[in-house]
Structures are given as structure tokens and as C-alpha cells.
């Protein structure tokens, strides 16, 4: 046995079914001990795709996501894609190959200092060597999934992967956080509750992680408690409820922030600042802060409990609390919901992302997984896309990095086979990614991907149409006309309300992948992106 192959069956052991990345000389040892086991080597395009497969490996399973790199551009390239994984807080182990141990100081082709790279965007950068491996590997596996998760790195030179393991017994255990204890934060909570009107319930990237989403869900009922969530959180608490209030910081934002301006108390739980800071919505309005992490905030903040938690053993204890009156309406917050409905579908004078939205919407199942990339789409799925379900409407928000979509649907389809899953991406994300779709092909995944094409870096326009800047750097070009295939995966274009519908029911019942290119009105995201 050689450590390549004590690093293949330990990821099968830890439960890992697909290692992702692009090979060359140093990978090609771990690759080939990968065949003698269970996992399935996937060959991407792109490393940094690589990286957004294991990340989505890693928020969809909690198990971790492993992608693989050769050493310099490989590592780089991989880089993109392990910070999605630091930022939205997925368990992943990348994997650097480098050369051999004699030659890591030396000034050689391709050689960079891989540890230097990846500290700022991983847990750990650990280097492995001939004596160190087992207990390396275990620390990664630990600290990965250790909370907060998060991506470590290991490095693997050459000959180290290709000496005998030393087995030991040891490991280094991921080190926990000091939490304070339950009562302090429920005495909070009920004192709170107790003084106000009109309390918000607020739910962000750490609620995903939790096992106490009934419990919660239970609280904002008997507390008459409205709830909003972050991108992340969609579907933790089912958005047809008739609590539910709207997602922070995306379309009609006005509208969800005037509600929210209604609150005289923020209840967040797991939410994580990472995606959007507490400053930039809360304004002087008291927050109770529960989750595994202490928030980090300025002193404008107005925090009522602000410490690292037992997360679900407070939101199981503030369950249990009696009900507080307070002066919410249930029929103010329907009249809410229809007025955001509204002016979430303005009219067009062509095709719609949210026209489009709507047509998808009525075809998934309920339980159907949508991933979807970054730009003015962003924000107009994260408001008008509703699902019950957790993890069936996935993105990057902490990293927010254009290119996550497609690898995210690859990544959906793999861990979900029997289930729907659709990729929807903008035409600036497409020409990122769209050598991805060969993997598709390869892998013959029945994944329709769906490009919102208008000829430009949409988001990118708005922001310079709001500062009165001129549009250089966000044109594309006039959208051409679709070709039959990408890369042998069979494309239809849709430039009107009857051809979406049959290109939807085209893409959703073929056996493989498939691209459907919408040619979308220009202007449609004006009114609802950034107001």
C-alpha cells in the first residue's frame, strides 16, 4: 500500500463518492488509486469548477466535497472555487499535488507556495509528508465538518503519496468553540418578547446546518412571529406559509425592507453576517443574535445577545416558551406578500426572467432542486422562487462568484439521481462555464440547463445605470442565434411564451442533459433588481 492509497480508502470511509478536478503527472497516482475504490474520479473542465462541485457536494450532504488539483495554475484555478466553500461555509477537502518534498523550497516550473494560497480561504493549509499522512488526514476530515464548516487544505507531494503510510492512531481533534449556555440566551428572548410589538424572526447561512427547524417554525407560530430569511435559508422554513415575509437584499428589496422596518425586534437565528451585514438592514433595531458563531459587528449594532450558542437547544427552549402578545397582522402581512407578488412581475415588451421563473416553477416538483448562478438572476430567484423544501434552491452568496450554476446543477444532479434538477444561468455565466456541459454529457445526467441570455452582464448594468456611469465592460454583444448543440448536448432556442413551454417540456423529458437559451427582454430586471 502507498499513502495514495490510504487517502482514497479513507475518503471512502468518510462516506465521499466523487473526487472532482482535472489530472496531470503528480495527480495521476491518487487517480489511479481512486479506481480501487468505490469513488468516482470526475474529470471537469475547469479546476475552479472542480472547487464549486465539491463545495455543493458539501452543502447539499454535509459529508465532505473533495476536489483535486496539479500544483501552480491547477492550485490557482482551484483556489475560485475553494473560497465558495470559506464563504458559504461547505465541509471540503481540496488537494494540491505538488513535487517531491526536496524541491517544495525551490524556485522550479509551475511551483508556488500552495499553504500561502490557501490560508486565507481555508480552515487549515496542512502539508502532507511520508510520517503524517493518516493523522493529517483525519485532522482534515474533523476540521471540515467541524462548526463552522469549512474547506481544508491538504498538499501532497509527490514522492510523500507515493511512499508506505505510517499508520497511527492519533488524531488531532478539530477544536470547538466555547459556547455560552442556553438559559442566558432564552432569559433574553422571553424578556424581549415580553417588551415587544412587533418582533422578526430572521434566518441565514448557519440554519441550514440545523436539526431543530421544526422547533422554530413551531416558535414563530405560537409567537405570531413573521419570517424572513436570507438567500441560503430558502425552503428551512417553508416559504408558502403564511408567516413568511420575503428574502433580505434581493428583488423589490424595498418592499422587504419596509416591512422589515416595521420590526422593534430582530430575532436572527444562524444567521450569518457573511451574507449581508447586520448594519446594512437592521438600522437601530435591537438584535438577538443566536447562533454557533458570535456575530461580527460594529458598534452601531444594537446586539440584546451576541455570543457563540447550542444554536438548537436555544431554539428548542424558546419553542417551548408561552406566547407573548404583540400587534402584528395576518392579514397586513397577506396585503405584503400580494403587493411584493405585484411588483416582482412588472410588464415586458418581450420574454422575462421572472415570466420564465414562473413557467419552471409550475413544471419542478416540489421537491426539485434548482441551483442557480450569480447576477441579476441572482436576485430575482432568491425573492421569487418559492420552495418548502431545504436544499432545493441552491447558490453562492458568502462568495458570489459567477460560474457556480452549472457545476452546482452537475453537482445537484449526482447527489439526487431520482430527482428533478435544473441549472439556471445568465449568458455571462454560460460563456464562463459552458464547458461543463460535456461533463454532463459524459455522465449523461438528465439536467436541463436554462440560459437567461440578454446580451449583457446584466447585473453589472444596473449598478452602472444607478451610479450614472456609462455601460463599457458590461456588453456582450447581441445575442446570436442558438446554436443546435453545445458540445454535443442539444440546445433550443425560446424567444416566446409557446416556445418556453415546449422547450421546458422538451428539456425536462429528455434522458440526458440539455441546454434551453431564453432570450430575454433587456429591461427586465429594471424595476425589480435594485428597487
Not at 492509497?5 to 478536478?21: R, S, Y
Request: glycine fraction near 8%; charged fraction near 20%.
Amino acid at each position: 500500500m502507498k499513502n495514495v492509497d490510504f487517502i482514497a480508502q479513507t475518503l471512502e470511509k468518510a462516506g465521499v463518492k466523487w473526487v472532482f478536478g482535472v489530472p496531470s503527472g503528480p495527480v495521476l497516482p491518487l487517480i489511479n488509486a481512486l479506481e480501487k475504490t468505490s469513488i468516482a474520479y470526475v474529470l471537469t473542465a475547469n479546476e475552479t469548477s472542480a472547487g464549486f462541485m465539491a463545495t455543493a457536494i458539501g452543502s447539499l450532504t454535509g459529508i465532505p466535497g473533495v476536489c483535486l488539483s496539479t500544483l501552480g495554475p491547477g492550485a490557482t484555478n482551484l483556489a475560485t472555487g475553494v473560497g465558495c466553500a470559506w464563504l458559504d461555509g461547505a465541509p471540503v477537502i481540496a488537494i494540491t499535488c505538488n513535487v517531491p518534498t526536496p524541491w517544495l523550497e525551490r524556485r522550479i516550473q509551475m511551483r508556488i507556495d500552495h499553504h500561502a494560497l490557501y490560508a486565507p480561504i481555508t480552515k487549515a493549509s496542512l502539508g502532507l509528508r511520508a510520517d503524517n499522512v493518516a493523522a493529517s488526514l483525519a485532522q482534515a476530515l474533523a476540521t471540515a465538518c467541524a462548526e463552522p464548516p469549512g474547506p481544508v487544505h491538504l498538499d501532497l507531494p509527490e514522492d510523500v503519496g507515493n511512499a508506505e503510510p505510517v499508520i497511527s492512531t492519533s488524531t488531532t481533534p478539530a477544536g470547538m468553540k466555547e459556547t455560552k449556555g442556553v438559559t442566558e440566551a432564552v432569559a433574553v428572548v422571553t424578556s424581549a418578547l415580553a417588551k415587544s410589538r412587533r418582533p422578526l424572526l430572521m434566518t441565514g447561512l448557519g440554519f441550514t446546518r440545523s436539526a431543530a427547524t421544526d422547533a422554530l417554525l413551531a416558535f414563530a407560530e405560537r409567537q405570531h412571529i413573521p419570517f424572513i430569511s436570507t438567500m441560503h435559508a430558502k425552503g428551512w422554513l417553508p416559504e408558502t406559509h403564511p408567516n413568511w415575509a420575503g428574502v433580505l437584499g434581493r428583488a423589490r428589496r424595498t418592499n422587504v425592507q419596509r416591512f422589515i422596518n416595521e420590526a422593534d425586534l430582530v430575532i436572527a437565528v444562524g444567521y450569518d453576517p457573511i451574507e449581508i451585514n447586520y448594519e446594512e438592514w437592521v438600522g437601530d433595531t435591537p438584535i438577538i443574535h443566536i447562533a454557533t458563531e458570535m456575530a461580527d459587528v460594529d458598534s452601531s449594532a444594537h446586539m440584546l445577545f451576541n455570543a457563540a450558542s447550542d444554536m438548537d437547544a436555544v431554539v428548542r427552549s424558546i419553542a417551548e416558551l408561552p406566547a407573548a402578545t404583540n400587534d402584528w397582522s395576518t392579514e397586513a402581512w397577506a396585503i405584503h406578500r400580494a403587493e411584493l407578488d405585484r411588483a416582482l412581475r412588472p410588464e415586458t415588451a418581450g420574454l422575462s426572467a421572472h415570466r420564465v421563473l414562473d413557467a419552471l416553477r409550475e413544471r419542478l416538483p416540489a421537491d426539485g432542486v434548482l441551483a442557480y448562478d450569480v447576477g441579476a438572476h441572482t436576485h430575482q430567484i432568491a425573492t421569487q422562487w418559492r420552495t418548502d423544501f431545504p436544499r432545493t434552491c441552491i447558490s453562492t452568496n458568502g462568495w458570489s462568484s459567477m460560474g457556480y450554476g452549472i457545476p452546482g446543477a452537475i453537482a445537484a444532479k449526482l447527489v439526487h439521481p431520482d430527482k428533478a434538477v435544473v441549472g439556471v444561468v445568465g449568458d455571462g455565466c454560460f460563456q464562463m462555464t459552458v464547458g461543463e456541459l460535456n461533463v454532463a454529457r459524459r455522465l449523461n445526467l438528465h439536467l436541463p440547463i436554462i440560459v437567461l441570455n440578454d446580451g449583457w452582464l446584466g447585473l453589472i448594468k444596473l449598478k452602472q445605470q444607478g451610479k450614472g456611469f456609462g455601460l463599457d465592460g458590461a456588453f456582450l454583444g447581441n445575442p446570436p442565434t442558438s446554436p443546435p448543440d453545445y458540445f454535443g448536448v442539444p440546445c433550443r432556442a425560446v424567444t416566446d411564451e409557446a416556445s418556453l413551454q415546449d422547450a421546458l417540456e422538451w428539456g425536462m423529458g429528455l434522458d440526458g442533459p440539455s441546454v434551453i437559451e431564453v432570450f430575454i427582454d433587456p429591461e427586465s430586471y429594471t424595476s425589480t433588481v435594485y428597487d
